[in-house]
């Protein structure tokens, strides 16, 4: 069975541009995460979809957004890009919400804002 | 809000001996989860352990062991007979029944020596 994946791998943007970021769960799974990681520090929530609902959403931006499509694959938006959105930005999959679910993760984006 | 904190930014092991991994966190709540996540070089995170709250046995899986002290709040990482492939980032993370958002610390790298 294929894992999450995600695309592109790598991406560079300059400042004020407008990044979208793909993420495919693994089939079967309902919920999708993003996590934004910059180098050195651990993964930072973003948001979370379930059932193409937003359930959960970190302490970031409005220049960031997303959304969940009926076959659950997502999308990632960042507005008006600055310096700082220069990180890995990881998706993870699970079957569901609750904590009892193994989150999976992708291999990850990484953006490079010059 | 809850916290996760990993105090050791590096550690190394020699290859066959053990290295634990320390990880504190903050919460009011009773009922959460725990995990350890390995991020090898090639970035894709996964899961090496987890730990339900309420359960009080330490959980463990093959060489990866947890020490568990709820009321301390720590969650500790023990690997045993450790080995080459083992040289990773290594993750603590926390989320709460509801499960929507994982909250990690900040890493720890670990360095196996041959």
């Known amino acids: 069975d294929a894992g999450v994946t995600q695309s592109p791998t790598h991406l560079i943007k300059t400042r004020g541009q407008h990044v979208t970021l793909r993420c495919s769960p693994i089939s079967g799974h309902k919920s999708v995460s993003w996590y934004q990681q910059v180098l050195g520090q651990g993964p930072q929530f973003i948001f979370q979809?379930?059932?193409?609902?937003?359930?959960g959403r970190g302490n970031f931006p409005d220049r960031f957004s997303a959304r969940q499509f009926p076959n659950y694959s997502s999308e990632l938006n960042v507005n008006a890009l600055l310096l700082g959105d220069s990180a890995l930005y990881l998706c993870?999959?699970?079957?569901?919400?609750?904590?009892?679910?193994?989150?999976?993760f992708g291999p990850g984006t990484r953006l490079t804002v010059l | 809000a809850q916290t996760v904190t990993q105090s050791q930014p590096e550690m190394s092991v020699q290859e066959a001996e053990t290295v634990t991994l320390s990880c504190t966190y903050d919460?009011?709540?009773?009922?959460?989860?725990l995990f350890w996540y390995k991020q090898p070089p090639s970035r894709q995170m996964i899961l090496v352990i987890r730990q339900e709250a309420y359960k009080q046995q330490n959980a463990t899986e093959n060489r990866f062991s947890v020490n568990f002290q709820k009321a301390a709040k720590s969650f500790s990482l023990k690997i045993s007979d450790s080995q080459l492939g083992d040289a990773a980032m290594y993750f603590c993370a926390y989320t709460t029944q509801a499960g929507n958002m994982l909250t990690f610390g900040g890493g720890t790298r670990l360095m196996v020596k041959p």
């Open positions: 993870a999959s699970s079957p569901g919400t609750g904590g009892y679910n193994e989150q999976f």
């Open positions: 979809y379930y059932e193409k609902e937003e359930r």
């Open positions: 919460t009011s709540e009773s009922d959460y989860y």
